[in-house]
């Protein structure tokens, strides 16, 4: 299985493949940064990883790599997270535009130089002229504008670029082609309380999955954990971001499962206005561990899909 995530959930994303490094088997990031880059503190996070950008469309940006390295190597040593060693060889994509003005495209070459410090096989899409957001053929934002919903599309010439299709292959290896009709499988609605979702842990009641129609019965299938940015969350976009990402329509004819979770905006208690994941330590200090609220939340639905996951 794998893990998927764009801006907040790119570094939720890192988190999730960090910790839990012996179950998940690779990563696709767009626009996310190394592990713990903000260190438990939101001031960190906005000055140094992104999400604060200045008036020449800049996002703030100062490297905390060798902060974020040295937090693996002692968790790991602690047992709070995976062996670090399981990183060796897995493949990692990565995806940085060169116009992203959020997350700072130098943040994202910390990561990859994070990833090949551990050992990792890394793809590094960082040519296109994209603003911030997770890239699709069925995006409806231009490659270079930053605007809600953030399901930018870039082109080669005239064809759209599918970033999915190279980083699932990667994964996957050689793919059936993907379908660009009605879809076969199910689009399903669950209940995130069931695994301890609550707003008192900023996350919503409800997720998705996308259920390849050869996966719903006892057929064993792949699984990808694709995870919303900030302003992503369905109060906001609905399902867009299920939809546009570009992922269902290559899990229906290649039976992987997409699991979808979602969280919510706060004001007060945790304070997330923007509807973002836990990537700085909004909801819980621990939160880049395996111990961390929403990891662990996010994981028992992972292991609901998978119950081979350790």
Request: hydrophobic letters at 35%.
């Amino acid at each position: 299985m794998f893990v998927a995530g764009i801006s907040s959930g790119g570094f939720f994303a890192v988190q999730m493949h960090v910790a839990h490094s012996a179950a998940f088997k690779g990563a696709a990031i767009y626009a996310g940064g190394v592990d713990y880059c903000a260190q438990d503190n939101l001031g960190l996070a906005l000055a140094e990883c992104g999400g604060e950008t200045t008036p020449n469309c800049q996002a703030l940006y100062q490297s905390t790599l060798s902060q974020s390295e040295a937090y693996v190597d002692a968790q790991s040593a602690a047992g709070t997270i995976d062996n670090e060693n399981d990183l060796r060889g897995q493949p990692v994509y990565l995806w940085s535009g060169t116009q992203d003005e959020v997350v700072n495209p130098a943040e994202m070459v910390d990561l990859k130089t994070e990833y090949q410090h551990y050992g990792a096989s890394i793809y590094f899409d960082n040519n296109y002229p994209a603003n911030h957001g997770w890239e699709s053929p069925d995006g409806t934002v231009p490659c270079g504008t930053a605007t809600d919903p953030y399901m930018i599309v870039c082109y080669n010439g005239s064809t759209a670029y599918d970033s999915e299709h190279t980083w699932l292959s990667l994964f996957f290896g050689a793919l059936n082609p993907r379908s660009n009709g009605t879809l076969q499988g199910s689009l399903v609605n669950f209940d995130q309380t069931e695994f301890g979702a609550s707003a008192a842990n900023g996350m919503d009641t409800n997720g998705w999955a996308f259920v390849p129609q050869a996966c719903a019965g006892q057929q064993r299938c792949g699984l990808v954990l694709a995870l919303h940015g900030c302003r992503q969350i369905q109060s906001a976009i609905g399902t867009t971001f299920v939809k546009e990402a570009g992922i269902n329509e290559w899990a229906d004819t290649n039976n992987f499962v997409v699991l979808y979770p979602y969280v919510i905006t706060s004001t007060v208690n945790p304070t997330d206005p923007q509807g973002c994941w836990d990537w700085w330590g909004y909801d819980d200090p621990n939160y880049a561990t395996k111990a961390g609220t929403q990891m662990s939340i996010v994981y028992k639905m992972v292991q609901r899909v998978d119950p081979s996951a350790p």
